[in-house]
C-alpha cells in the first residue's frame, strides 16, 4: 500500500480560511440532502391526502428513503477509503439531484415511495461522505469547534426542513412537488463550490478489491428486516409464516454478511474496529439518537397538523425550539470538546436529556398546551445537539486516517438504521392506536358516523365530515404520546452505551500515527 498523495506535506496545516472555503460547500449539500428528508414531514400530511395515500404509505414515504441511505451507507464510506473521496462526494450529489427530480414528478404514492428510495441513495452517499471529508481535513482535537457548525446545519435541515416544506404546501403558486424541486439548485451549488475547494488525499492502492457480496449482503439484510417492521402486526401477525420467513431471511442474509466480512481482505464493514469499545458503545448510542432525530420531526409535524389542526407553516413554526435545542447545544458543546479534549462528559450529559425530552413528549396528547410541548422539544433538540455528531468524532478519534471513511459511516449506518426503524416501528404504533381509538370513537357515535369517509383517507381531512374530522384529531392526538414514551425507553439504552464508553483524549493530528509539535501541550492540560 502507497502512502496518499497530497499536494502538502502535513494535510492537517490547512488553514482556517481554506477548511472554511471547502466547509462551506460540504454543509450546503448535507443541508440539501437532509431538508429533503425533513421537508416532506410537515408537507406529508398534505401530500399523502392529495394522492389519497393511507397511513402506511406516509410511513413508507419517509422510510424508503431512510431504507436505502442506511443500506448504501457503509458501501459509500468503504469506497471513500479506496478512491477519491472528493469524486464519490460528487457523484453522490448527482444521484440525489436526479431522484429529486423524479420525485417531483410522481403521480401517485407507490411511484413517490420509490423515487424517493432512489433518492435516498445519494442522500446516504452526502451524509456519510460529508462526515468523511471534514475527518480528512481536520484533526479530531479541532474538530470540535467545526462540529459547532455542522450541528448547526443539521439543526437548521431537521427542524428548518418542516417549516420550509409548510411554507412551500401552503403556497398556492409553489405547491408539494416543489417540496422535492427545491433541494436540487442547492445541491448544483454544492458540486461547484466542491470543484474548486474540495482538495483531499487519495488513498492509493495496489490490487484494490471491493466486497461486493458483502455489500449485497449487508443491503438485502438491512432491507428485509426493515420492510418485516414496517409490515408486522398489520398486515400479518407477529406469529405468522410471514414474520418466521422474513426475519429468517433476514439474520441468515446478516450472518451471512458477517462471514464474509470477517475473511475478505477489504470489507465493507470491517469488524475489528467494530469490536472495538469506543466504536461498539458509539454504535448503540447512535440508534438511539437516530431515532430521536427522524422521528421527532417526521411525527411532531404530523400530530401539529392532524392531531392540533395547525397548518404546515404553522406545524413547522411549532417546531423551532427543538433546532434551537440542536443548534445552541451543538455550538456550545463542540467548541468546550475543543478546548478541553474530553467528549464522553458531553455524551452522556446529551443522552440523559434526550431520555427527559422524549420522556417529556410522552405526556402529549390532542390538547397538551404548547408551551409544555416547546420546553420538550427543545430538550430533545439539546440532548441530540450533544451527541449525535461527537458519536461519530469519538469512533474518528480511534481510527487511522485510511479506515476513516468505514469507521465514520458504520456509526452512520447504525445512526440511520436506528432512524428507519424508529419511523418504521412508531409509524406502525402509530397506526394500531389510530385504528383503535377510531373504531371506539366510531362504535361510540354509532356506524353512520363514518359511512360518509368510505373510500377516503383519514389524512385527507378536508374530504371527512366534521364530525369524523374531530375524531381523527383526538385519534391522532393521543396516539402521539405513546410513541414517544417507546423512544424514551429506547433513549435509556444511549445513556447507558454512553456511561460505558472509555473515557479519551482527543488526539490533535488527522492520522493516528502522524506527530504533531503541539500534540504533547494540550495533552498536559485538562484531566
Known amino acids: 500500500m502507497s502512502a496518499p498523495t497530497t499536494t502538502r506535506a502535513d494535510h492537517s496545516a490547512m488553514t482556517h480560511r481554506e477548511i472554511m472555503e471547502a466547509l462551506s460547500g460540504l454543509l450546503l449539500v448535507l443541508f440539501a440532502a437532509m431538508a429533503s428528508s425533513t421537508i416532506v414531514s410537515t408537507a406529508l400530511p398534505k401530500i399523502i391526502g392529495d394522492l389519497n395515500g393511507t397511513q402506511t404509505q406516509y410511513t413508507w414515504v419517509v422510510t424508503a428513503t431512510l431504507l436505502t441511505a442506511t443500506a448504501t451507507t457503509p458501501i459509500w464510506g468503504k469506497l471513500s477509503d479506496l478512491f477519491s473521496k472528493k469524486l464519490l462526494v460528487q457523484l453522490s450529489i448527482v444521484i440525489f439531484v436526479l431522484g429529486s427530480l423524479i420525485a417531483g414528478f410522481t403521480q401517485n404514492t407507490e411511484q413517490l415511495i420509490a423515487a424517493r428510495a432512489f433518492q435516498g441513495i445519494g442522500m446516504g452517499g452526502v451524509q456519510a461522505l460529508v462526515q468523511v471529508a471534514i475527518a480528512a481535513m481536520i484533526p479530531p482535537r479541532e474538530r470540535g469547534r467545526y462540529n459547532g457548525y455542522l450541528g448547526g446545519v443539521m439543526a437548521l435541515a431537521t427542524v428548518g426542513g418542516p417549516l420550509l416544506g409548510g411554507l412551500i404546501v401552503d403556497s398556492d403558486w409553489l405547491g408539494w412537488r416543489w417540496c422535492f424541486f427545491i433541494g436540487a439548485p442547492f445541491a448544483v451549488i454544492a458540486l461547484i463550490v466542491l470543484q474548486k475547494t474540495l482538495h483531499l488525499p487519495v488513498m492509493k492502492r495496489d490490487n484494490v478489491k471491493i466486497d461486493w457480496l458483502g455489500a ?80 421527532g420531526s417526521v411525527f411532531l409535524g404530523q400530530y401539529f397538523q392532524i392531531g392540533r389542526g395547525y397548518s404546515p407553516t404553522e406545524a413547522g413554526l411549532l417546531m423551532i425550539p427543538m433546532m434551537i435545542g440542536i443548534l445552541v447545544s451543538s455550538t456550545i458543546a463542540g467548541r468546550m470538546i475543543t478546548k478541553s479534549g474530553h467528549i464522553k462528559p458531553y455524551v452522556v450529559a446529551g443522552t440523559i436529556v434526550l431520555v427527559i425530552g422524549f420522556a417529556g413528549l410522552s405526556m402529549l396528547d390532542h390538547d397538551t398546551p404548547l408551551w409544555y410541548i416547546g420546553i420538550a422539544m427543545a430538550l430533545v433538540g439539546i440532548g441530540v445537539g450533544m451527541s449525535m455528531q461527537n458519536l461519530v468524532l469519538a469512533v474518528q478519534n480511534t481510527v487511522a486516517l485510511k479506515d476513516i471513511g468505514a469507521a465514520s459511516s458504520t456509526v452512520a449506518f447504525f445512526r440511520s438504521l436506528g432512524g428507519t426503524i424508529g419511523v418504521s416501528v412508531l409509524g406502525a404504533v402509530l397506526a394500531r392506536q389510530v385504528a383503535d381509538s377510531m373504531a371506539e370513537q366510531m362504535s361510540a357515535a354509532g356506524a353512520s358516523a363514518g359511512s360518509s369517509s368510505s373510500g377516503v383517507s383519514a389524512l385527507n381531512l378536508s374530504s371527512l365530515p366534521e364530525a369524523v374530522q374531530h375524531m381523527v384529531r383526538v385519534a391522532y392526538g393521543d396516539a402521539t404520546g405513546h410513541i414517544f414514551l417507546i423512544s424514551a425507553a429506547v433513549a435509556v439504552v444511549g445513556v447507558i452505551a454512553a456511561i460505558a464508553m472509555k473515557p479519551a483524549k482527543l488526539r490533535s493530528t488527522v492520522d493516528l500515527g502522524a506527530t504533531s509539535s503541539t500534540e504533547k501541550e494540550p495533552a498536559l492540560t485538562g484531566k
Open 216 to 295: 449485497f449482503l449487508i443491503a438485502a439484510g438491512v432491507s428485509v428486516i426493515l420492510v418485516w417492521v414496517s409490515f408486522v402486526d398489520d398486515s400479518f401477525g407477529w406469529a405468522s409464516w410471514e414474520t418466521f420467513a422474513m426475519v429468517g431471511a433476514g439474520v441468515v442474509l446478516l450472518a451471512l454478511a458477517v462471514w464474509v466480512e470477517s475473511r475478505v481482505s477489504e470489507p465493507v464493514v470491517p469488524l475489528p474496529i467494530v469490536r472495538q469499545r469506543t466504536t461498539a458503545l458509539a454504535i448503540i448510542g447512535s440508534l438511539a439518537v437516530g431515532m430521536a432525530m427522524f422521528g
